[in-house]
């Protein structure tokens, strides 16, 4: 509040002058109001603004500080000189009005923002550390102190030292742990690449059968994967007989244990079908019971292959409609192949726990025939074979598993007889004894043959045995010859050997067939031969110049002979004078008779008529007896006969 | 009378399952060496086939959809023709594992095409099939590629890959109504399962995108 001065501009009189304090804060407005005191009075009112709050008190000090007032810029004078005039200037220079209060705070953070924008580009590059790197200050280093670093190494090394060394240790003794036996998981490992295993539940199983290449028997086979309990501690010397010990043992179904093998044995009986001879053998000792798992596996699966082959040949033996029954009893099948001669199979199957053996067998008595019973398995596999591959379908949406012919038996309109005939097949017992049958008739042909070789000499017997033969068939050609004369005259036959018959083309063209009796054989050997000696005395009688008056190939006079037929020759000498008779038979030999003649009886019975011509009629004739002559095999010996007979006297 | 071998009893096989999937060419080696590890009685290289299909159709004025008869021969085993009848493939329900479709399969001979058109039918369109042949049990697996034939009646030369991928099939044709089948091979896919996935495709959805 204020009073204004009331006094007019004053003449004589005194001023009156009014002390007031000064003003602290600022008249912000002036207005008139009504004074409260008088009706009609009317009051002026200033309004003062409020007065300043500590920050803006400062700030209106603050304002009248100019920090970065230009001295010389002021004073136009050098900066280099004194300080003192420094001072002056910045004294005055600290109230130079500035535009904005916190210009001045403005700059110095915009300043300091500056820097730390460049400290923050300066740490990004040298991060980066393609343009900048920071590398430490190189520090005066301190005075070494020779024993305490010794001393501080040694303690490292130590302790590395020691660090290092319990580890090889550790490993060391896992090593030993370890090789001492095998690891159930690297058996396992070699167990799986060579045999089926599943894993269910917590047992591992395993499959020994041949169901993945073909069979459908059922039995089991499967085989179990334990750990081993006992441990190794015997393992010591091995010695080399002794099959290795592992850490896992397989556990085979009891019915497969031990080893099997299947006995095929072909012999004579004196009667048919001998029932006593069906005893139950017992095989001998067939070898230690196996440790290591794949032997024992693998012997197992042996059992299960030979089971297999027994079941499907018993089975066929007992369904089977064919003439010739077939005896199935315990473990073995007899049948009798040819009248004689019988067929047994035997599965020989020893568990390897039998203490004592009741029937006491000698090792000798085990009669195998080794190429039937590899037969035998080899008929089993094709079974197998045939139960899983189908041929290609062509096209390929055609029906799988029918063969070619099958599949055009539509189209090609075949018979029902050719129908069936496609789904026939032989029975594994029926091959078996279908090559039993061969086995044993080409044996005895052989045996046939070889004897009449090895006893006869006069004419000699040659056989050349075909290679090219198989199971089921073979072929031999058989040559008689004369020792001396073969080149000039021969006689062959080829044999060609069938299940239960023989086939035989001679040479001149003429087909036999034969059954397989011995004797049928013996007899037509015996009348070739007899046929060979005929045909060499027709050859050397040609040779010689002697004339052929009769020849005849089966003769139908004379004794019977016992066997075949007998033939015969009658020669002429050169000059007409002799004549021989030649009869050859199968059982009667071959025999020589010579016409009597006039020059032997030296003329000394009566004629009747003069004239010579009458003389070489109707005379007898006698027997030569050729075991007087000289000459090695009979045709030398006729040729020596023919040769003094044709001695014409001059 | 003898009594008739079983085989002229047996049940008319006109079901066939089908499940299909597809390769890249470049995966067509691990598929084959795969296979061969699963399949039965299989050699390397596996069997292939090489078969020529026409696909005749008869129209109808009154039925929509023609007959459609395909006449498929081999080109390797050149006088097996067959003739056969496919129906519409059927999704089934969620529980069938595989498509099924009716599949009459029957070989002819060699003068079928002409016997056809005798009938009335007309070629619609004909391709060459090259691929290869797998079988488990009853189950058959062809990987097969498609060639296009430029040249009408000209199996040899000009042939054009409809597209580089093969087509992986896995089906059997047996009797209607047989237990199992579906599930056989279910599992036997699921071990195809990284290199081919084998599922039901929808064929329908197929010709409605042709039309």
Redesign the interface.
């Known amino acids: 509040k204020s009073k204004m001065a009331t006094g007019a501009i004053p003449a004589a009189p005194a001023v009156n002058v009014c002390v007031e304090a000064v003003l602290e804060s600022q008249i912000q407005e002036v207005r008139v109001v009504e004074k409260q005191e008088a009706q009609d009075g009317q009051e002026i009112q200033e309004i003062y603004a409020p007065p300043l709050s500590m920050s803006e008190n400062l700030t209106k000090l603050a304002q009248k500080i100019d920090f970065y007032k230009d001295e010389s810029g002021e004073k136009g004078k050098p900066t280099s000189e004194g300080e003192k005039e420094r001072e002056e200037e910045k004294s005055v220079a600290a109230f130079q009005p500035s535009l904005w209060p916190w210009d001045s705070v403005r700059n110095k953070l915009k300043t300091a923002y500056t820097e730390m924008s460049v400290l923050l580009d300066v740490l990004n590059i040298a991060k980066e550390k393609r343009y900048m790197v920071l590398d430490s200050v190189q520090q005066s280093s301190p005075d070494a102190k020779l024993p305490l670093q010794l001393m501080s190494k040694k303690k490292a090394l130590n302790s590395a030292s020691a660090i290092l060394l319990a580890g090889a240790e550790r490993l060391k003794k896992s090593q030993a742990e370890n090789s001492n036996k095998s690891d159930f998981h690297f058996e396992l490992l070699k167990l799986r690449q060579n045999w089926r295993l599943k894993k269910s539940g917590n047992t591992i199983l395993g499959d020994l059968s041949y169901r993945s290449v073909g069979s459908r028997y059922p039995h089991n086979s499967t085989f179990e994967v334990v750990k081993s309990t006992d441990l190794v501690g015997e393992s010591g010397e091995t010695t080399p007989t002794s099959t290795p010990r592992g850490s896992l043992e397989v556990i085979i179904p009891s019915e497969l244990e031990g080893t099997a093998y299947i006995q095929v044995e072909v012999k004579s009986v004196p009667e048919s079908l001998d029932l006593t001879g069906a005893i139950l053998k017992m095989p001998s000792g067939l070898g230690a019971v196996h440790t290591y798992w794949q032997q024992k596996l693998e012997v197992a699966q042996n059992v299960l292959f030979c089971k297999e082959i027994f079941a499907q040949l018993a089975r066929e033996a007992v369904q089977s409609k064919s003439s010739v029954p077939h005896l199935v009893v315990g473990n073995q099948i007899i049948t009798n192949i040819f009248p004689g001669i019988q067929l047994s199979i035997v599965l020989c199957h020893s568990t390897g726990k039998e203490k004592d053996r009741k029937i006491p067998m000698s090792p000798g008595k085990l009669d195998h025939n080794h190429v039937l019973e590899h037969s035998l398995h080899q008929l089993l596999r094709e079974v197998h074979n045939k139960n899983?591959?189908?041929p290609?379908?062509?096209?390929?949406?055609?029906?799988?598993?029918v063969s070619?012919k099958r599949?055009?038996a539509?189209?090609?309109a075949l018979s029902r007889r050719e129908?069936?005939e496609m789904?026939e097949s032989d029975t594994m017992l029926n091959q078996i004894i279908k090559q039993t049958k061969h086995n044993v008739l080409r044996l005895r042909t052989l045996q046939t043959i070889d004897a009449f070789a090895t006893s006869l000499n006069d004419p000699q017997l040659t056989t050349h045995w075909s290679c090219a033969n198989n199971s089921l068939e073979a072929s031999c050609r058989v040559f008689i010859t004369s020792q001396g004369y073969d080149l000039r005259i021969w006689h062959s036959f080829v044999l060609m050997i069938g299940v239960d018959s023989i086939k035989i083309a001679h040479k001149d063209g003429r087909i036999f067939n034969l059954s397989f009796e011995e004797k049928e054989l013996q007899d037509f050997i015996l009348w070739q031969i007899a046929q060979h000696q005929t045909s060499v005395s027709q050859n050397l009688a040609r040779m010689m110049g002697w004339q052929i008056m009769s020849m005849c190939a089966a003769l139908g006079v004379s004794d019977l002979e016992d066997t075949g037929i007998a033939s015969s020759l009658l020669l002429a000498s050169p000059d007409h004078d002799r004549v021989l008779a030649v009869k050859s038979g199968p059982s009667s030999g071959v025999k020589v008779f010579v016409q009597s003649s006039q020059k032997d009886t030296n003329g000394k019975t009566q004629t009747l008529s003069a004239d010579n011509k009458w003389q070489y009629i109707g005379a007898d004739f006698k027997e030569v007896d050729l075991s007087k002559f000289e000459g090695k095999n009979f045709a030398s010996k006729l040729e020596l006969l023919m040769a003094t007979l044709s001695r014409s006297v001059s | 009378m003898e009594s008739l071998?079983p085989?002229f009893k047996a049940a008319s096989?006109t079901t066939e399952y089908l499940l299909q999937g597809s390769i890249m060419e470049q995966s067509r080696d691990v598929l084959l060496q795969r296979l061969i590890g699963l399949c039965?009685?299989t050699k390397s290289p596996p069997?292939n086939?090489h078969?020529h299909?026409m696909v005749f159709h008869m129209k109808n004025t009154t039925i929509q959809q023609p007959l459609v008869y395909r006449v498929?021969?081999?080109l390797?085993?050149s006088?097996?023709?067959?003739l056969?009848y496919l129906g519409n493939t059927e999704m089934g329900d969620k529980n069938k594992p595989t498509l099924t479709r009716t599949s009459i399969?029957?070989?002819?001979?060699e003068n079928v095409v002409q016997y056809l058109n005798e009938l009335g039918f007309r070629m619609d369109h004909e391709f060459v099939?090259k691929?290869y042949?797998f079988?488990k049990g009853?189950m058959?697996v062809?990987v097969?590629k498609f060639f296009k034939m430029n040249q009408p009646s000209n199996v040899a030369d000009n042939l054009e890959a409809v597209c580089p991928s093969f087509l992986v099939e896995l089906s059997v044709?047996t009797a209607l109504g047989q237990e199992g089948v579906g599930e056989d091979m279910k599992n036997f896919a699921e071990q195809l399962k990284p290199l081919v996935q084998l599922e039901k495709t929808d064929h329908r959805k197929i010709t409605m995108n042709q039309t």
């Open positions: 899983l591959r189908f290609a379908p062509h096209p390929v949406t055609a029906m799988v598993g070619k599949r055009l539509g189209p090609n129908l069936v789904t | 071998p085989m096989l039965d009685d069997d086939f078969d299909e498929r021969h081999s390797v085993q006088d097996c023709w067959s056969r399969d029957c070989p002819v001979s099939v691929g042949y079988h009853r058959k062809t097969s044709v």
